[in-house]
């Protein structure tokens, strides 16, 4: 009996899709960039009310862009979900943190809210709160953001997703 491979995450494409990375080639705007990203760069922009916004390489790069942002460095704590993707955390790394998981919510598999704020509660005992919270989504299970935003806002902790 042959076996079927089931995969993690296939690729959904498409005409459209095909039409896109043909328009890429003729129009020789492989690299560095050219007129699909700069018009996906303005509408994003516009549709979340901002001014500016860059498309980057991957969600790694742009978890790694935000945490040098937020001036993460050598020794810096970072809060992260332990059932997670190796991208949403090498950037803590990258930078020289620390990434402290949190074990998952038996539900979601996602970041457990209640155990984020027993352990806030515990770097603030110790005088020395997480520099960030990165709650990844997975599986297409959305992480509890709403709670998540609650439990660290008045703790003035920003949340990278």
């Given at each position: 009996?042959?076996?079927?491979?089931?995969?993690?995450?296939?690729?959904?494409?498409?005409?459209?899709?095909?039409?896109?990375?043909?328009?890429?080639?003729?129009?020789?705007?492989?690299?560095?960039?050219?007129?699909?990203?700069?018009?996906?760069?303005?509408?994003?922009?516009?549709?979340?009310?901002?001014?500016?916004?860059?498309?980057?390489?991957?969600?790694?790069?742009?978890?790694?862009?935000?945490?040098?942002?937020l001036?993460?460095g050598?020794?810096?704590?970072?809060?992260a979900?332990?059932?997670?993707?190796?991208?949403?955390?090498?950037?803590?790394?990258?930078?020289?943190?620390?990434?402290?998981?949190?074990?998952?919510?038996?539900?979601?598999?996602?970041?457990?809210?209640?155990?984020?704020?027993?352990?806030?509660?515990?770097?603030?005992?110790?005088?020395?709160?997480?520099?960030?919270?990165?709650?990844?989504?997975?599986?297409?299970?959305?992480?509890?953001?709403?709670?998540?935003l609650?439990?660290?806002?008045?703790?003035?902790?920003?949340?990278?997703?």
């Amino acid at each position: 009996m042959k076996s079927k491979r089931i995969f993690l995450s296939p690729p959904h494409m498409g005409g459209e899709e095909e039409r896109f990375v043909r328009e890429a080639f003729e129009s020789n705007y492989i690299a560095p960039l050219g007129p699909q990203v700069d018009a996906f760069e303005r509408e994003f922009a516009e549709k979340v009310g901002i001014r500016h916004a860059v498309a980057l390489s991957s969600g790694t790069a742009a978890m790694h862009l935000a945490l040098r942002i937020l001036g993460v460095g050598p020794g810096d704590e970072v809060l992260a979900a332990t059932l997670t993707f190796i991208g949403s955390v090498t950037p803590v790394v990258f930078q020289g943190g620390f990434p402290v998981f949190l074990d998952a919510d038996r539900k979601s598999w996602n970041m457990d809210p209640e155990l984020l704020a027993e352990e806030l509660e515990s770097f603030a005992k110790r005088g020395r709160l997480p520099k960030a919270v990165i709650p990844t989504d997975l599986y297409g299970q959305c992480a509890d953001l709403g709670r998540i935003l609650d439990i660290c806002e008045p703790c003035g902790i920003p949340v990278v997703v």
